[in-house]
C-alpha cells in the first residue's frame, strides 16, 4: 500500500533586491470536504504541488480515480445532508413568507372593498335623501308660486262683500256707541230729573 503526501515546492529565492521571487499557495479544495480535513478529486489535479511517495518515487497518473474512505464518504454525506436541509428550510420560510403577504395582501383587498361598499352605500344614502328634501323645497316653492297672487285675487273678488260687511258693522258700532252716551247722559242727569 503507497501512502500520498503532500510535499511543498522549493522554498521561494530572495531577490537581490530584497523581495520574494514567489509566495506560498494554498491548497484548492471544496469548502465542505476541507471542513472535514479531505481533499477533493479536483483538487489532486489542479494543485500546483506535487505528490511524493514514500514507497515508489513515481508520478501518479490516475489520481482522480483514488476512492474515498468510509469515513470521507459519511462526511461528505453528512454535509450534502445538512447542506439540502438548509435549503429546504430556506425554502420553507420563503413560502412562509410569501404566503404571509398573500394572507395581508387579501386582508388588506378585502378591508379596502369593505370601505369602498361602505363609502358607496352611505353616498347613496346621503344622495338619496338630498334629492328628497330638493323635491320637498321645490315642491313648497311651486306651492308658494301658485297662492302668491291668489291673496290679491280673494281681495279684488271679496271687496264689495267686505264693504258692505264694514257698512254694517259700522252701523252696530255707531247703534253700540250711541247707547252708551245715553246711558251716561241718564247716569249724569238723574239727579236733576228727579
Known amino acids: 500500500m503507497t501512502e500520498v503526501t503532500r510535499a511543498w515546492r522549493w522554498p521561494p529565492r530572495r531577490r537581490p533586491n530584497g523581495s520574494w521571487?514567489?509566495?506560498r499557495r494554498a491548497l484548492r479544495g471544496s469548502r465542505g470536504a476541507a471542513s472535514c480535513g479531505l481533499r477533493t478529486?479536483?483538487?489532486w489535479g489542479s494543485d500546483p504541488f506535487y505528490l511524493k511517495y514514500t514507497e515508489m518515487k513515481r508520478k501518479v497518473v490516475n489520481a482522480d480515480k483514488l476512492r474515498l474512505s468510509?469515513?470521507?464518504e459519511a462526511c461528505i454525506?453528512?454535509?450534502d445532508y445538512e447542506r439540502r436541509r438548509k435549503l429546504r428550510l430556506l425554502q420553507v420560510q420563503e413560502q412562509e413568507r410569501d404566503i404571509a403577504l398573500q394572507i395581508r395582501e387579501g386582508i388588506k383587498q378585502r378591508r379596502n372593498q369593505q370601505f369602498t361598499r361602505l363609502a358607496d352605500k352611505l353616498r347613496a344614502e346621503w344622495e338619496n335623501s338630498h334629492t328628497q328634501k330638493?323635491?320637498?323645497l321645490e315642491k313648497l316653492y311651486l306651492?308658494?308660486?301658485r297662492n302668491m297672487g291668489e291673496g290679491h285675487r280673494q281681495a279684488k273678488e271679496n271687496a264689495a262683500e267686505r264693504k258692505r260687511k264694514a257698512e254694517v258693522r259700522h252701523k252696530e258700532a255707531l247703534k253700540v256707541q250711541k247707547?252708551?252716551?245715553e246711558?251716561?247722559?241718564k247716569q249724569k242727569t238723574w239727579h236733576i230729573q228727579a
Open 183 to 185: 246711558i251716561l247722559m
Open 143 to 145: 306651492g308658494s308660486l
Open 179 to 181: 247707547n252708551q252716551k
Open 41 to 43: 478529486s479536483r483538487s
Open 77 to 79: 454525506l453528512k454535509e
Open 70 to 72: 468510509p469515513k470521507e
Open 21 to 23: 521571487d514567489a509566495e
Open 134 to 136: 330638493i323635491q320637498n
